[in-house]
């Protein structure tokens, strides 16, 4: 037993000494950023096991500067907390940041890395992507996503407008968004108590609220293979579920697609992949099989579900507290539309409405920290060495806080996105970035942008929203983990403004 207690002391000890000489022998080859003193191996744990680390890693940045280097577990990351070192990466600098770091819940959830969110940059990479974007361009083409939208709204609304006693809104847009993106990526129009639809909204939710702040096998891998958290299995339960549910509707799509017909998301994959098989490129297609197109299947749907409903969750409770801007996008909307839909050719002349959208997503916080990146070779960032391999995070909510592009950061104010006429600004503030930037910016954004603000308009085209009798407004909101927050639960009530 003594011996035993030695030989353990001694592994220890050799451990220490080793990591100690490899921390010296890379702060003398690098000038690396600084970050607060932790313990070796264990890392800044109070800081990687809180639920507001965007938070906390914004506060240390008065003493260390907007580039950050935080440890979790033996593993340091690097935090970039300002507009300046943000564009240096992600745009002047975009091909060396715009690599992935392998995750095991990452690797897990994308099948070691096959969709475009998670995976790394590389040729097969930036093919895949082409092949998606062409999707959303033969997708957006004509009024599909248009129809399917207000479709959907009216649904949803006409089953809100029954309710006469105050209601949790955000049991409507969980369901009303789901159901939207099960339309567009699957081409079904589901009843709205669907089980099967209720079933996959309820596998989102389990995810999001036992993983948020993220699994411990990320920070110490080798634990999944040695002694799985029960966080772990329930991941890999709740993944297998999900990506079979998937692969099932791809499938019953292969089999019934027809070139000459676009249902839905699904079939623009499709036909976007039979067109690059025209053109020849058959080296790529190798490379990317039906796995490829499942997980970017995955990537719109789940990605587009969680950030428009949180998305929609914020918009109503800021047009509840700030009635005064809710009466001012419903004049605009009044006004724009007239008795008719919303449609997309008003969205160039909803500037308010959109304005109110755009502060939605900065104050709002859905994606604080946002998917990380990677370096892809020795780097430099706000005058440090970024080595490569290094994981970088970029902090959303920092940018989205920052004073000296948005005055009293906390205020809700659309006026920041338009000019003295009302009309939107050319360009948004620069440090507006709910989005991202660079070779790594949202596949989504083309599709997200548009179906939110017609969403939004439709409701308030239909609806005077507002709190209970004697509810105060207040802006109160809880964590979910890794930047992402959601207004505290709250009831509304409804009244139709032009009755049917």
């Not at 957006?140 to 006469?164: C, P, T, V």
């Not at 079979?244 to 089999?255: M, P, S, T």
């Not at 790529?284 to 949180?310: M, P």
């Not at 005064?324 to 449609?343: A, F, L, N, T, Y």
Request: with cysteine.
């Amino acid at each position: 037993m003594v011996s035993l207690s030695l030989n353990l002391q001694t592994v220890l000890a050799g451990l220490s000494i080793g990591l100690f000489v490899y921390y010296v022998i890379k702060r003398m080859r690098y000038r690396l950023p600084p970050g607060p003193w932790c313990i070796p191996l264990v890392g800044h744990y109070k800081i990687y096991s809180s639920l507001e680390i965007h938070k906390k890693v914004a506060e240390l940045t008065k003493e260390y500067g907007p580039v950050l280097s935080i440890s979790f577990g033996p593993q340091s990351w690097i935090f970039l907390n300002n507009n300046d070192v943000v564009i240096e990466a992600l745009v002047k600098r975009k091909a060396d940041f715009a690599g992935r770091p392998k995750f095991p819940s990452g690797d897990a959830f994308t099948e070691g890395g096959k969709d475009i969110a998670f995976s790394t940059y590389s040729p097969t990479w930036k093919f895949h992507r082409k092949i998606a974007g062409k999707a959303l361009r033969h997708y957006l083409q004509g009024d599909l996503l248009e129809n399917m939208i207000q479709d959907n709204m009216e649904k949803f609304l006409s089953k809100m407008a029954q309710e006469k006693e105050p209601f949790i809104f955000k049991d409507y847009v969980d369901l009303m968004v789901f159901h939207q993106l099960y339309t567009i990526c699957f081409g079904e129009k589901r009843p709205i108590d669907d089980p099967e639809v209720k079933a996959l909204l309820k596998l989102d939710e389990d995810l999001i609220k036992e993983l948020g702040s993220g699994v411990l096998e990320d920070v110490f891998p080798y634990l999944k293979d040695i002694y799985p958290t029960a966080k772990w299995q329930k991941l890999i339960e709740g993944t297998d579920q999900l990506l079979g549910i998937l692969r099932a509707k791809f499938k019953q799509h292969v089999d019934t697609f027809e070139p000459g017909v676009n249902r839905d998301f699904i079939d623009s994959m499709l036909l976007a992949r039979q067109e690059a098989e025209n053109e020849g490129d058959e080296a790529s297609l190798e490379k990317l099989d039906d796995t490829h197109l499942v997980q970017t299947i995955s990537d719109i749907f789940f990605a587009g579900v969680d950030t428009t409903r949180f998305t929609m969750d914020w918009f109503v409770y800021f047009m509840t507290r700030f009635p005064e801007i809710q009466i001012k996008c419903q004049e605009e909307i009044d006004r724009v539309v007239g008795s008719g839909h919303p449609s997309m050719k008003d969205r160039n002349n909803l500037d308010y409405t959109e304005a109110c959208l755009f502060e939605t997503m900065r104050l709002g916080s859905v994606a604080g920290l946002g998917v990380p990146h990677m370096t892809m070779c020795d780097s430099q960032v706000g005058g440090y060495d970024i080595p490569k391999g290094t994981t970088v995070f970029i902090n959303h909510w920092a940018l989205h806080h920052d004073p000296k592009f948005f005055k009293e950061p906390e205020k809700f104010d659309p006026y920041r996105y338009l000019d003295e006429n009302g009309k939107k600004k050319p360009a948004r503030p620069d440090s507006w970035l709910p989005f991202s930037a660079g070779n790594r910016v949202c596949l989504g954004e083309t599709v997200a942008k548009p179906e939110i603000l017609l969403m939004c308009a439709n409701l308030l085209q239909r609806f005077k929203i507002s709190l209970p009798d004697g509810v105060q407004a207040n802006l109160e909101y809880k964590q979910l983990g890794f930047g992402t927050e959601l207004p505290s639960e709250y009831k509304i009530i409804v009244k139709e403004r032009i009755e049917n």
